[in-house]
């Protein structure tokens, strides 16, 4: 595996992350105060809005971000 693919692999893998912890910091307080119930459609909307707001930052600053590593 080449540097390019590898840095690739950690950026996925770190947006991931990202994702799943904004995605649970939004969830509980809503879970908390029963806005929806777990596994309901209202989770799923969360985690699926929170995931697109990841998924356009992610692409957004992949090229600056690579920039700075692959030549």
């Not at 690739?8 to 947006?15: D, E, H, Q």
């Not at 994702?19 to 969360?46: A, K, N, R």
């Amino acid at each position: 595996m080449n540097k390019k693919y590898s840095i690739g692999f950690i950026y996925v893998s770190v947006c991931i992350l990202i994702w799943g912890t904004i995605g649970s910091f939004v969830d509980y307080p809503l879970l908390q105060e029963e806005i929806y119930q777990p596994g309901s459609f209202g989770q799923l909307s969360t985690f699926l809005v929170v995931g697109l707001l990841t998924l356009f930052i992610a692409v957004v600053l992949f090229k600056r971000i690579t920039r700075n590593f692959i030549d």
